[in-house]
């Protein structure tokens, strides 16, 4: 009442709780739990960590049950936020990593590669060409429609188109000969090259019907024996036409294909080149042994600083259909600027760090395996065998599972393999540009009079020209070559540019599991995974089953049905909403109807739908099986920055004592902070979860294996656990105490931070399914409280019920005892020969009169008392 006055002593308990037990009197002033509180801390050194406990409190809570045990974090709810915590720390923590890389990686491909405008020059010089129009007759005289490229259908109107429409487009203005959108300049001559195919009887036809053709087939050998004006003698000193030779006399090594026949024409002298068309078509340079031709020319863009590959394809197919095909590949040079080096270094050097990373991860995992290895040893046990595709190739069963047995540890091989093939690819398609370029020069140096020389000339002029014919040729061949060989590794390159964003995408995927839930949307794919892939089985084999009938129907009138390729394409366009049902239902009503309607049911209406139903059904499941420490993704930002906060002060103030402990005068001017002991650098997540691992698979199903738990644990369990055997063996629904959470390898500070964002998180939400092994137990302790409460009920009715029989046996003998004071006091006792308990008679009426009436009222009363305490025996006897 007064204040604490006198000494506790409390017991040394060592890393352990110490507990003071205070013994209040009842009936006495007694002190709150604040002053209990100030006592033990005035009696020893224990901080705000000192818990005051009410003893009665807990018995009570011990008798009644765990519904009135007090409102703390349970094992169950600590352990949910544990796992939820190793999440964050193991993948959240990648994120700035993943971040950064994606960020020099994109300004790399940016700085290097110049998308935006390579684009404007391949749109520029497709739109170009396709525009080309070339004006045409009748044979009457009269004006036709205007040639373009995607309206020529046959060989005359190729020429036509080349002389007059693509050779003065390449040509350019006259005040700036050779360029193409004035920018774009035109890069030695007009390439034409074209394959042949050996001519026979057609096989597939009756004789009489061929021989009354008149014409033979194109078979699928090719040929390279030389045709048209090369087997006619040449006229004077002129030598024979080389574009009618197999090589074209060009040596040009790998680059210049021998089975092909290649011409050229001047695009700076427009009249040379449609003589040199001229010549061509005259002298039958394309004719039905043609299989295709192509014409192709590079430009360069200095303002861009890229190569343009043009090439136009003229296939000439079976059944007389003219195919055209235009291909613009630009190829931008690489430009070394001091900004793109130094990002390219930076990318460099991220990805020998990731190597690093990954190499220490699998010593790690090697010494972590030996660890076991040796454990296994000592307890004389053998090594579980390899299961899975692992037991197929036991030699190196070991050494796949140390270098790629986790997943994120194969992709982050992956992108290794990515980065560092990328890097070579770019150093490799940067010295052969380097190459390109020295042969561009080269050829703008090797120039010569593309006039031919006049038969009558002599023979040593025509052979000067010729030599230096096919010298500028070959030069000319050679560069198209080469460009089209880096423009073809560049191909590789942009797959090894794919093949690195998508391990971002999938490091980015990896950094989101430690996000509760985005981690439910992954794992919701990841569960659906199995249903999805046998429903698109089933899905292609219907798609593949409509594109055939599809093409089977509409395939010999419509161009978009033509082929299984084009009819597969139609097929996805018909699904995606864009396809050209009219056409369809033009050739063939009915069929056209029938197919749509079978496919909007089976592709569109059934398994189309199908997967979004797997897919919310698996959301469900997952969503359901959430843990209650599940956060959003604005919480783990305050979480984040408030342990940035405690761990960043916890370094400042030991920078501070250590700074005092080496310079003492720094004390005058830097405040007092306590001693602290050392915290660990991690957190031991794997030996909390093992200490706070369920004793059953399902405590629900099985709720007394909590009890069998506490007698199954050896000494070889305890030995090989990291995790102290007095941790385990309790239920879920059991509070978790800091000495758990130290004892597993914790210090008090962190320990105490884990539990105060585990309540934080955990207490403030209401679990959606009672546990079943936490009702098993309230039930138990219910039904033996209840039992108690008999057990005294039992006891208080045998005292009552003792009592009353004393009570009972006790009414005779008062009975005789009243009956003996009865006739002693209240009348006489009679004479032997008159009635018990009758008055005697007076002689006198009055008195005789009084004395009745007095012994009347008096037995009256008397037998009134002894008809009460015979109803009373009655009823206890009942």
């Known amino acids: 009442k007064n204040g604490f006055s006198g000494d506790l002593r409390l017991l040394n308990a060592g890393k352990n709780r110490a507990f003071l037990t205070v013994k209040i009197c009842r009936g006495k002033p007694s002190w709150d739990s604040d002053a209990v509180q100030n006592a033990a801390m005035a009696a020893s050194n224990m901080g705000d960590e000192t818990e005051v406990v009410s003893m009665k409190t807990r018995r009570r809570n011990a008798r009644l049950g765990i519904k009135h045990i007090s409102n703390r974090l349970t094992r169950r709810q600590f352990r949910e936020f544990l796992i939820v915590e190793k999440a964050r720390v193991e993948y959240c923590e990648t994120m700035p990593f993943t971040l950064v890389l994606c960020l020099v990686f994109g300004l790399m491909a940016y700085g290097h590669g110049h998308v935006n405008s390579v684009y404007r020059l391949y749109a520029g010089v497709t739109r170009v060409v396709n525009e080309i129009t070339v004006p045409q007759t009748l044979s009457d005289g009269t004006a036709s429609s205007d040639l373009t490229l995607n309206s020529i259908s046959s060989n005359d109107e190729m020429w036509a188109w080349l002389s007059n429409g693509l050779l003065p487009t390449f040509r350019g203005e006259d005040d700036r000969?050779?360029?193409?959108?004035?920018?774009?300049?035109?890069?030695?001559?007009?390439?034409?090259?074209?394959?042949?195919?050996?001519?026979?009887?057609?096989?597939?036809?009756?004789?009489?019907?061929?021989?009354?053709?008149?014409?033979?087939?194109?078979?699928?050998?090719?040929?390279?024996?030389?045709?048209?004006?090369?087997?006619?003698?040449?006229?004077?000193?002129?030598?024979?036409?080389?574009?009618?030779?197999?090589?074209?006399?060009?040596?040009?090594?790998?680059?210049?294909?021998?089975?092909?026949?290649?011409?050229?024409?001047d695009t700076n002298n427009p009249t040379a080149a449609?003589?040199?068309?001229?010549e061509l078509r005259s002298g039958g340079w394309c004719d039905e042994a043609t299989d295709w031709v192509e014409a192709r020319t590079a430009m360069f863009n200095g303002e861009v600083s890229a190569f343009i590959d043009v090439s136009i394809r003229f296939d000439f197919e079976d059944g007389g259909l003219v195919g055209k095909t235009l291909s613009v590949r630009p190829l931008h040079t690489p430009q070394w600027t001091t900004w793109n080096t130094a990002i390219s270094i930076i990318f460099l050097v991220m990805m020998l760090l990731l190597l690093m990373l990954n190499l220490q991860e699998v010593l790690d995992r090697k010494a972590k395996r030996k660890a076991e290895e040796d454990e296994l040893a000592e307890a004389g046990e053998e090594e579980e065998p390899d299961e899975g595709w692992l037991s197929y190739c036991n030699p190196c069963g070991r050494m796949a599972r140390l270098w790629f047995g986790d997943f994120w540890l194969a992709v982050d091989w992956f992108g290794i393999f990515s980065g560092v093939g990328l890097v070579v690819l770019f150093i490799t398609l940067s010295g052969v540009i380097a190459v390109v370029t020295s042969e561009v020069r080269n050829l703008e140096s090797t120039t010569f009079d593309t006039e031919t020389p006049h038969w009558n000339e002599t023979a040593d002029v025509h052979e000067s020209y010729n030599t230096a014919a096919r010298a500028y040729e070959t030069s000319i061949a050679t560069v198209f070559g080469q460009l089209n060989i880096v423009i073809e590794q560049k191909v590789f390159h942009r797959i090894c540019t794919f093949g690195f964003t998508l391990y971002l995408l999938l490091r980015f995927l990896r950094g989101c599991l430690g996000q509760p839930y985005w981690a439910t949307m992954i794992r919701t794919i990841e569960q659906a995974l199995p249903d999805v892939v046998h429903l698109s089985l089933m899905l292609a084999i219907c798609f593949e089953n409509f594109a055939l009938s599809g093409c089977l129907i509409f395939g010999s009138s419509l161009e978009a049905w033509s082929s299984v390729n084009n009819s597969?394409?139609?097929?996805?366009?018909?699904?995606?909403?864009?396809?050209?049902?009219?056409?369809?239902?033009?050739?063939?009503?009915?069929?056209?109807?029938v197919w749509l309607f079978l496919f909007a049911v089976v592709i569109v209406f059934i398994a189309s739908n199908m997967i979004f139903a797997i897919m919310v059904d698996h959301y469900g499941q997952v969503r359901k099986d959430n843990s209650s420490a599940s956060q959003t993704l604005l919480q783990q930002c305050r979480f984040l920055v408030e342990d940035v906060i405690w761990t960043g002060s916890f370094h400042i103030r030991r920078g501070i004592r250590t700074m005092q402990e080496k310079w003492p005068r720094v004390t005058q001017v830097t405040p007092y902070i306590d001693p602290e002991e050392p915290r660990v650098s991690s957190i031991p997540f794997d030996v909390l979860l093992e200490a706070l691992e369920p004793v059953a698979e399902n405590e629900s199903a099985d709720p007394g294996a909590v009890l069998r738990s506490l007698s199954e644990i050896s000494k070889e369990d305890s030995v090989r656990s990291k995790a102290p055997a007095w941790t385990k063996g309790q239920p879920s629904w059991a509070p978790i105490e800091l000495d758990v959470v130290v004892a597993c390898g914790c210090d008090n500070a962190t320990g105490l931070r884990l539990l105060d964002k585990a309540e934080a998180i955990c207490m403030s939400r209401r679990p959606t399914d009672f546990?079943?092994?936490?009702?098993?137990?309230?039930?138990?302790?219910?039904?033996?409280n209840i039992h108690e409460l008999l057990a005294g009920t039992e006891e208080d009715m045998r005292l009552w019920m003792a009592e009353r029989c004393v009570d009972c046996s006790n009414l005779e003998p008062r009975q005789r005892k009243f009956e003996a004071l009865a006739v002693e006091k209240i009348v006489q006792r009679p004479r032997e020969d008159e009635p018990m308990l009758m008055p005697t008679a007076y002689k006198d009426d009055r008195g005789l009169r009084l004395q009745a009436l007095g012994d009347a009222s008096m037995m009256e009363g008397t037998l009134g008392t002894i008809n009460t305490n015979t109803a009373g025996s009655n009823m206890l006897t009942d």
Not at 190 to 201: G, N
Not at 568 to 591: C, K, N, Q, W
Request: hydrophobic share 40%.
């Open 177 to 265: 000969p050779g360029y193409v959108l004035n920018y774009n300049k035109v890069l030695g001559s007009l390439q034409l090259s074209q394959r042949r195919l050996v001519t026979d009887s057609c096989s597939n036809v009756n004789d009489k019907v061929a021989n009354y053709v008149g014409l033979k087939c194109r078979t699928g050998d090719l040929t390279t024996a030389s045709f048209g004006a090369a087997l006619e003698e040449p006229l004077g000193n002129l030598s024979t036409d080389v574009a009618f030779v197999a090589g074209s006399g060009l040596d040009g090594g790998l680059l210049i294909s021998k089975d092909q026949y290649y011409a050229f024409l």
């Open 274 to 278: 449609a003589s040199r068309i001229e």
């Open 568 to 593: 597969h394409r139609a097929a996805l366009a018909i699904l995606s909403g864009i396809g050209d049902f009219g056409e369809m239902y033009e050739v063939y009503p009915v069929a056209a109807i």
């Open 771 to 784: 546990p079943a092994d936490m009702v098993y137990h309230e039930f138990t302790g219910q039904m033996r």
